[in-house]
């Protein structure tokens, strides 16, 4: 089978590495990639190119490009085929730089995949990197880990602590470029059962709410896009930029405004039992919550029954700080919000797709 530009070999633990496939970038304007991937495919070749990352990460990249929504949504049904169970979908807002390669991407896909390389081990065995991956290099639950590595004389998976020799991809990821013209994902069906990583906006992107005697907040969605019946996560940072003493207690001094209304922590039942913590001048804290922490909302049998989810469609989120930590107690009411907030964070908008949407109507 032909894979990318080149076949790399490792020779696993010598000292000697060719210097033609180290901290090297292959490019060729042309998606060769393999003859088994799905035939509508071809016609974008010419479109395509091909990117053999050699340096400390071992893989291939296939950058395809398209020129209208209509080549573009032809194309996707295709696309998909070709990840492995279980991997995610990432998306990313056009322009956008895979830090592997250095690729700079349009509207389109990038298809990351095994380099189809060769390591030889000391005792003369060979391990190729590509399907069909034997059960060692599996996750305990049976799918594929992003990258592995050759050790004892088999593939395992990287367990994303120190890095000892080379990495090689093991899973077929699928990165998608949004532009909001050719590539839309209002017209664009995400899969099933698939996780979504959407780094379409940088934590760093985000603005703080306005600050209040120096207190701010700021809140930042894991995702901006979520499937019906996923609970959102959020990150909740607060800083103390003034001079006043005050303390929090996590959770518990949060209420989130979800399309205009405040609902409380469900922590609050428990008030008792949190920690509270100094928030003094200087002070900066950040809580990682979800939807389902708050109010009615509900997502799974841990959580309340008879809760609700967000129907689909566009909400906004808000989060706000509540001054209410006392000597020997917290405030759980929301009879004098929103005067017991200290500060409020900026407002997002999060985007629910319901199961059964082909995304073609708003």
């Given at each position: ?327 020997n107690a917290i405030n759980t009411s929301l009879t004098a919000y929103p005067q017991t907030a200290l500060a ?19």
């Amino acid at each position: 089978m032909r894979r990318g530009l080149f076949s790399i070999l490792i020779v696993a633990g010598a000292l000697f590495i060719p210097t033609v496939c180290y901290s090297a970038i292959f490019t060729t304007d042309r998606g060769e990639w393999p003859s088994t991937w799905p035939k509508e495919l071809d016609p974008y070749r010419k479109q395509a190119k091909t990117i053999g990352v050699a340096h400390g990460i071992q893989e291939t990249v296939y950058e395809i490009h398209f020129n209208s929504r209509d080549e573009f949504e032809k194309a996707w049904p295709h696309i998909l085929k070709l990840k492995s169970p279980g991997a995610p979908l990432i998306l990313e807002r056009s322009p956008a730089i895979y830090n592997r390669s250095g690729t700079k991407s349009k509207a389109g896909v990038l298809i990351l995949c095994p380099s189809g390389g060769t390591v030889r081990m000391p005792d003369g065995t060979e391990l190729r990197a590509d399907a069909p991956w034997p059960e060692s290099a599996k996750l305990p639950g049976g799918e594929l880990p992003e990258y592995v590595v050759a050790q004892d004389g088999k593939w395992v998976p990287f367990d994303g602590k120190e890095q000892r020799g080379f990495l090689h991809r093991a899973r077929v990821d699928i990165m998608l470029i949004t532009d909001g013209k050719v590539v839309d994902l209002n017209h664009t069906p995400l899969p099933e059962n698939t996780p979504v990583i959407d780094r379409r906006f940088p934590k760093a992107e985000q603005a703080w709410g306005k600050a209040v005697e120096g207190i701010q907040v700021r809140l930042t969605p894991d995702n901006r896009l979520w499937k019906e019946g996923e609970d959102p996560n959020f990150a909740v940072d607060v800083r103390n930029k003034g001079t006043r003493q005050l303390r929090t207690s996590g959770i518990c001094s949060l209420v989130l405004e979800v399309d205009g209304k405040a609902v409380g922590p469900k922590a609050w039942s428990r008030s008792g039992l949190i920690e509270r913590k100094p928030f003094g001048p200087g002070a900066e804290l950040s809580f990682a919550v979800s939807l389902g922490q708050f109010g009615p909302f509900s997502w799974s049998k841990e959580q309340d029954q008879g809760g609700k989810v967000l129907p689909p469609g566009k909400h906004t989120i808000k989060a706000s700080l509540l001054d209410n930590v006392r000597d020997n107690a917290i405030n759980t009411s929301l009879t004098a919000y929103p005067q017991t907030a200290l500060a409020s964070s900026n407002l997002v908008e999060i985007e629910i797709i319901a199961k059964s949407k082909d995304n073609t109507s708003k």
